[in-house]
């Protein structure tokens, strides 16, 4: 069930648990009163089922391909991607029919023709999809009927040829309700710490800024906006260390980007509204969420409730299907 949030505890958490040095009041969003529904799945590997035995014979076993390459890891450090059946698929599809209505952001998807027995063309629009050749690709799954542009992809955060591409689109464009959405699979490795660890926690430290920017950008404009997606970090973690004196080489990355700098950069996590749950009691991450919905908090504001839930598994389903690592975590907003 969803966990309804009321204004009073939705300010209390903006205020208090991420403690802005300028009240909400002072930041500017566009105004409106249409329901927001998001949601954000990382579909763990989703290949078309032809493709998977070819993706096979070209693995590389010196570690992850190169984002222009179309080809699995099969090396020691890799655990190779999941095989899946017809079976399988139909499962997540049934999975994806409580998404109804909701925008979704996929990680580790190739592309449109690979999500289409999930989210099928009779109820979605596969829209905007990294242009990478490596399988693991992001997009979104839009409700029939929700206008849409696609933005430009933030190159940026593949840092070095290896990592991924953030993935735009503006939703009712040239509306007032008009909204942009940011989805983004972030460097693995740096799950909780500070920043400044060796190894993979130094290359996610590099694209914190690449997503401040963007953050930024929106602020200034005056652009409702979210961010949402595969962090590769548990940020309720994360945002119990200071940002650091440096914006170009953060101790957090929510701090970083939750700094009032300028005014109005202040984000709401969907995680904070909601318990700490696994996706099935079969999980081995019991730790925290890695994926999260940050969401403006001047825009998120304006409604009166904000509700969040993650999409479990039960034990059977974990046990007879080949699902995912991650499960959906879907957040609404509105004036119920």
Known sequence: MFKAVSWATFY???????????????????????????????????????????LMALCDSGGQPDSREWRFPCDADHAPPPRRS??????????AKSLQGYVVALQEVDGAAAAAPIFPSSSWNLVCFTERKHPQKLGFALPKGIPFECGGELRGLDIDG??????????WPHT???LRLLNVHLKSGCFAGPLFKKGPCLALRKQ??????????????????????????????????????????PTSMFAAWHDNNPVGAQLLRATALMADQ????????????????????????????????????????????????HCPLALRLGNF
């Open 12 to 54: 209390t958490l903006a205020v208090f648990l991420f403690s802005p040095s300028v009240p909400l009041a002072q930041a500017s969003a566009p105004k409106t009163s249409t329901p927001v529904q998001l949601a954000t799945w990382n579909l763990e590997w989703l290949v078309r089922l032809e493709d998977y035995p070819k």
């Open 86 to 95: 017809q079976q399988d698929l139909d499962e997540l599809a049934r999975i």
């Open 162 to 171: 290896k990592t991924r591409s953030g993935a735009e689109v503006t939703l």
């Open 176 to 178: 007032p309700q008009v």
């Open 208 to 249: 914190v800024p690449i997503v401040e920017a963007w953050i930024d950008k929106q602020v200034a404009s005056g652009q409702a906006f979210a961010v949402l997606g595969d962090f590769n970090r548990r940020l309720e973690k994360d945002a119990q260390y200071p940002a650091g004196p440096d914006e170009r080489s």
């Open 278 to 325: 696994a996706c099935s009691p079969l999980s081995p991450y019991t730790q925290g969420a890695i994926d999260n919905l940050l969401v403006s908090a001047a825009w998120a504001a304006q409604f009166k409730q904000q509700q969040a839930r993650r999409i479990t598994y039960s034990a059977e389903q974990a046990k007879r299907y080949t699902l995912s690592d």
